[in-house]
């Protein structure tokens, strides 16, 4: 504890003291949702310097309050305080308070470290004089709001105020206010959304205190602890963070490393995200006794852009993003491009096909239901995933054609051409197979998935604006119509009826890899496509979860909220006419970033798939 004689020394004599340090600040890169929300910073740990003039009165008198009531009258040291805080230590035989002004609390966090050495606290004391000397009170306090520590991730008042409750520091309540003043004495102990019970009854103290610095009456404390706190919940997302990993190795591409803040335009919507994560969380918990530890989303437009993804149940526990990084068998879900190269090449819905017992080579693959039908149509045999007709249809129509089919709709892995390659045993990511099937979606186009819209600084200043591609057409009719009609009687009748949602117009296919290792639903709505998969991340099988199960439900529950944001889409008919030759198709490789931990993959050859449920 500094002496009362040095601080009544610097307090009347004002020596001359060395300059202030330097204060560092790295450039931030401020990711925001399609309405401006923020999703997340990467970069500088601190924002700028809060302007104290745009903040409503009672956010900086909270902080006051609690933490330096004399903060307008003292020149960086409160030699009362100190005073107050030897008496009290000393009556209780322990550190029981302290006397650290906001002036002191700032220059440790700008030029010292935590060690409790009387070294550090002398040095502490004269770079507060400093300060005092050099900025005015309310930059000292806009540069304390900036860079204290509040909790849960977020440094300085704007990102808590975000994090927390939704919205900017200058719309905070008074409550609201009280709560985050709150938090700085212990971030654990009074986080507002893990310990509410703490943080109210701290809150409690901080409008207290107000009322005894005369910053708010009795009556506007009652009213602000009689108001509900509201805490963000759906505003924010911490599953965003597995989207901004995604987008943040192309930004430094397209930009480089930031010599100021830059704003990163995303083409997520944040509400959308908050609704997948908590439903993605509630599903794979729901089917934790059947050995489902972990699920992927991804939700584009018709035109690629991203609007949600979850790359996993936790992002603090595990970061790797499943929805880019890791690559799976599809199973049946990768049995649309069978049919679609097969309706391309003359074949009908109604065409009849026979599920019979089937050999190429040595290999022999089995239904589902170890069973056989007989005669069925096209459209039957999709519907209820008989896989014996798609591997004689990719062995007629040419398994490389099938192979060319999926990479023309934008699948970027490689493709294996060997007989059960019809079932899906290629390996492919979540990513891949919602950019292939947003094809289906919005009547034909290619869609290349993307999340950056635009890059640009604080000041406006636009470093990159994406270009609008044109529309490149990939699939014609009556190939597309008809598959549509094939895929809409997967979720109507067939394997996926768990994914309907009653009066949207809906398509899918399931996807059930062999000893249930890896289950799928990829399905769309009219310009709206989604894909989920479901597993474990070391490749242990699941007990019989099926495509048609956890996954569709995952689907539906995602879809509901996603599909009520907009007007009701019919699935597009499509071009008139055959599509001309497809463009050289296009990569996403540079787009997936390195994994931070291996993917696992199965290699079994034969793919199965569920029942009609």
Excluded: C
């Amino acid at each position: 504890m500094i002496s009362l004689a040095l601080a009544a020394s610097l307090s009347l004599t004002a020596p001359e003291l060395p300059p202030l340090p330097p204060i560092k600040r790295e450039p931030q890169v401020v990711y925001v949702d399609r309405a401006g929300a923020v999703l997340g910073v990467r970069g500088g740990r601190y924002g700028p310097p809060v302007d104290i003039t745009k903040l409503p009165a009672h956010v900086p008198a909270a902080f006051i309050a609690i933490e330096d009531r004399r903060f307008y009258e003292h020149t960086g040291f409160d030699a009362i305080g100190i005073a107050r805080a030897i008496v009290a230590n000393a009556e209780q035989g322990r550190a029981a308070q302290g006397a650290s002004t906001i002036t002191q609390q700032l220059a440790r966090n700008l030029f010292l470290s935590a060690d409790q050495t009387m070294e550090r606290k002398a040095k502490e004391v004269m770079y507060s004089v400093q300060l005092e000397r050099t900025y005015s009170k309310k930059q000292i306090l806009g540069l304390y709001l900036s860079r204290v520590y509040f909790g849960s991730g977020a440094y300085g008042i704007e990102q808590a105020s975000r994090r927390y409750f939704g919205k900017s520091a200058a719309k905070l309540s008074l409550r609201e206010a009280a709560t985050l003043a709150g938090v700085l004495k212990s971030p654990t102990k009074y986080n507002p959304i893990e310990e509410p019970a703490n943080a109210a009854a701290r809150a409690d103290l901080v409008l207290a205190a107000m009322v005894e610095t005369g910053a708010i009456t009795p009556a506007q404390r009652k009213q602000a602890m009689a108001q509900p706190l509201k805490l963000a919940g759906g505003s924010y997302s911490a599953s965003a963070n597995y989207f901004i990993d995604w987008l943040d190795g192309q930004r430094r591409q397209l930009v480089g490393a930031p010599k100021q803040d830059v704003i990163v335009e995303t083409t997520l919507d944040a509400g959308l995200e908050a609704a997948a994560a908590s439903t993605t969380r509630a599903v794979v918990e729901r089917y934790k006794a059947q050995d489902v530890s972990q699920a992927a989303l991804v939700a584009l437009d018709g035109q690629g852009r991203v609007r949600a993804m979850v790359g996993g149940t936790d992002y603090a526990a595990a970061p790797y993003n499943r929805a880019v990084t890791a690559k799976r068998q599809a199973g049946s879900a990768w049995k649309p491009f069978v049919y679609l190269t097969a309706l391309e090449a003359g074949r009908t819905p109604d065409m009849a096909v026979v599920d019979e017992p089937i050999t190429i080579g040595t290999w022999s693959p089995q239904n589902y239901s170890n069973s056989f039908s007989g005669t069925l149509t096209l459209e039957q045999a999709v519907a209820q995933s008989t896989n014996t007709v798609a591997v004689r249809l990719a062995d007629e129509v040419g398994r490389g054609n099938v192979a060319a089919t999926a990479k023309r709709l934008g699948v970027v892995s490689v493709v294996n051409t060997d007989p059960a390659m019809a079932l899906g045993t290629s390996l492919v990511s979540p990513l891949e197979m919602a950019q292939a099937y947003g094809a289906f979606s919005n009547g034909g186009n290619r869609v290349q998935a993307y999340g950056i819209e635009r890059i640009r600084t604080v000041g406006g200043q636009v470093l990159y604006q994406r270009k609008a591609a044109s529309a490149a057409n990939v699939i014609g009719n009556p190939a597309l119509s008809d598959l549509n009609r094939m895929l809409r009687g997967v979720v109507a009748a067939g394997t996926g009826t768990r994914a309907k949602i009653p009066g949207y117009d809906i398509a899918g296919k399931t996807g059930t890899t062999s000893d249930y290792k890896d289950a799928w639903f990829a399905g769309y709505s009219g310009g709206f496509t989604t894909v989920v998969w479901m597993g474990n991340d070391n490749g242990a099988p699941m007990k019989r979860v099926t495509g048609g199960g956890a996954p569709a439900e995952l689907w539906r529950g995602f879809m509901t909220t996603a599909l009520k944001r907009g007007p009701a889409l019919a699935i597009p008919y499509g071009p008139p006419a055959a599509a001309p030759p497809p463009p050289p198709p296009e990569t996403i490789e540079t787009l997936l970033e390195p994994s931070p931990e291996p993917a696992p993959t199965t290699t079994t050859a034969e793919v199965i798939d569920e029942p009609p449920i």
